[in-house]
């Protein structure tokens, strides 16, 4: 468990786990608009990295090749690719709801979780314009019950369903 203190009205959205600093970085949803590095063994670090474009961004994803992120949110359907200043690589409108994502570097495919009924988990090939690769849908997940997402080292993924508090 890990406090945090930054956004106590809707606590924390998608985290994003840096594989080369062990640092998680936490979307804040609704207080400053940021991203914040938390270290699993010793808590938030205090450092940031607030665009100046964010909004409401729900998901978020890490890509250790090139050290960079995606967000994504339900508002607009977009997906941003960012560097560690906030600063835009790319933003492409993909049309879907995010509520979490999940980056495989090997394929270079995001993993988005729609807010949708049926909760479905999209798969969108980054090297080709975030073209639908495919889709599934999440079984025991209720309707809107995606939260966040996270790949694993052996590229297994991890969902938050957030009605029923529970991590698949």
């Known amino acids: 468990s890990i406090g945090y203190t930054w956004s106590p009205s809707y606590g924390p959205a998608d985290f994003a786990y840096n594989i080369d600093t062990g640092?998680?970085?936490?979307?804040?949803?609704?207080?400053?608009?940021?991203?914040?590095?938390?270290?699993?063994?010793?808590?938030?670090?205090?450092?940031?990295?607030?665009?100046?474009?964010?909004?409401?961004?729900?998901?978020?994803?890490?890509?250790?090749?090139?050290?960079?992120?995606?967000?994504?949110?339900?508002?607009?359907g977009m997906i941003y690719h960012f560097d560690g200043s906030g600063a835009i690589l790319d933003a492409v409108y993909v049309g879907l709801p995010t509520a979490g994502l999940a980056y495989n570097p090997d394929t270079r495919h995001l993993f988005v979780m729609a807010s949708s009924a049926p909760s479905v988990v999209w798969v969108l090939d980054a090297a080709n314009s975030y073209a639908v690769v495919g889709g599934f849908i999440v079984p025991g997940f209720g309707g809107y019950g995606g939260a966040g997402l996270e790949i694993g080292c052996d590229g297994s993924l991890w969902a938050v369903d957030q009605t029923q508090n529970v991590v698949y």
């Not at 609704?30 to 590095?37: F, K, M, R, Y």
């Not at 450092?47 to 949110?73: E, F, M, V």
């Open 23 to 76: 640092m998680v970085w936490v979307v804040d949803v609704a207080v400053d608009t940021c991203i914040h590095e938390v270290d699993p063994a010793a808590g938030v670090t205090g450092s940031i990295i607030c665009p100046t474009w964010w909004t409401s961004q729900r998901g978020l994803a890490y890509d250790p090749d090139s050290d960079t992120y995606y967000a994504g949110s339900w508002n607009d």
